[in-house]
């Protein structure tokens, strides 16, 4: 398994942790309340949310190059 294909994979790992944690926190009570007044999350919610999505993208992006390149 080549070395790019790792960093992918770990990539994608954590980008997929990032957005279990932004789903378990805009579930949150009190983010409940606050997304209905404002009509947005908080700023740590949007945080993993944004960084999830940015290494899930990143981590495929890898593989996906990994893949085709062999």
């Known amino acids: ?3 790019s294909r790792i ?9 997929g942790v990032l957005l279990f944690f932004a789903w378990r926190a805009s ?7 606050s997304e209905a007044l404002t009509g947005r999350y908080s700023g740590d919610t949007m945080w993993y949310l944004l960084a999830g999505v940015a290494g899930v993208v ?4 890898m593989l996906l190059r990994d893949a085709l390149r062999a």
């Open 1 to 3: 398994m080549s070395q």
């Open 7 to 15: 960093i992918g994979l770990v990539v994608l790992a954590i980008g």
């Open 27 to 33: 579930a949150a009570p009190v983010e409940q309340v």
């Open 58 to 61: 990143a981590g495929a992006a």
